[in-house]
């Protein structure tokens, strides 16, 4: 039998496709200080898709705080990486050379893989633990609030038996070097942080962590144990603040441009 006479592969699989998953919503692509960005919207009422729906990025005031402690070529932990603003951000104008997502919000899950997809990003970006939760110690949550319209607002409660899976931030690294950590878990960021203590204790990263106001005197007592200094600080809701750590034998900053739409 000649080569042209070999046997068709089996084409069963193109007339009967397995569809994953189907997300309605809309792609906007934008150019961001010379840089091709794009964005997954499902709805510009979200708090942050509401800004992605335009060019933006969410938060620019905070980016900027980070860029100027942010190390090109770092190794970033995103633990509450939401649909990905942060990390797009850390990806394609700060350099960064890899960045670990932690979130365990299915919802918010498919949009940050939407995202890295058309970012292209899968070179730089770790998605292996999206769907657990980090915390002090191994145990199970389950999602104990929701806002409508904000899918940053969703917040885990520790439960027995619940369907999130929780680990020590130390337990899942286990020795990997990080350099640059950003916290966003909507009052859980002291269990986070005490479940990184090996991993801060060290690598010695920055730190850029949102805090509750009712959590502020047990989070400056922790960080003077850590042996970190706030650097800067900005309080965009009120009843939280976000705060730039360093440790305190390690001041230097590093200046990065602000992202702004072009």
């Given amino acids: 039998m000649g080569e042209l006479d070999q046997p068709a592969a089996p084409l069963s699989g193109l007339y009967a496709p397995t569809v994953v998953e189907r997300v309605a919503g809309t792609v906007v692509r934008t150019v961001i200080e010379g ?13 942050i898709m509401g800004q992605n729906a335009y060019g933006y990025f969410y938060e620019v005031e905070e980016l900027a705080i980070i860029a100027q ?50 970012n292209q990003l899968h070179g730089q970006v770790d998605l292996r633990y999206l769907g657990l939760g980090l915390s ?13 319209m904000n899918l940053g607002g969703v917040a885990l409660a520790p439960q027995a038996g619940g369907s999130i899976r929780l680990l020590a931030g130390d337990d899942l690294l286990q020795g990997q070097p990080i350099d640059f950590i950003k916290i966003d878990v909507e009052g859980m960021e002291l269990a986070v942080l005490n479940g990184l203590k090996r991993t801060i204790t060290e690598c ?7 805090v509750e106001n009712a959590h502020a005197a047990a989070f400056h007592a922790l960080t003077e144990r850590f042996g970190y200094v706030a650097v800067d600080r900005f309080n965009r809701y009120g009843t939280m603040e976000n705060f730039m750590l360093v440790p305190s034998e390690r001041k230097g900053i590093i200046t990065a441009k602000t992202p702004r739409s072009s």
Avoid at 97 to 107: A, L, M, T
Avoid at 136 to 145: E, L
Wanted: glycine share 8%; charged share 20%.
């Fill in 35 to 47: 840089q091709p960005v794009s964005f997954f919207v499902t709805t510009e009422r979200d708090t």
């Fill in 69 to 118: 402690h942010f190390r090109p070529g770092s190794i970033m932990l995103d633990v509450g990486a939401n649909i990905g603003n942060h990390t797009i951000y850390a990806a394609k104008f700060l350099g960064a050379r890899q960045i670990i997502c932690i979130e365990p919000n299915p919802e918010a899950i498919t949009i940050l893989r939407i995202n890295v997809d058309l």
């Fill in 136 to 148: 002090d110690s191994p145990g199970a949550a389950v999602i104990a609030r929701t806002i409508a």
């Fill in 204 to 210: 010695r990263p920055g730190i850029f962590v949102e």
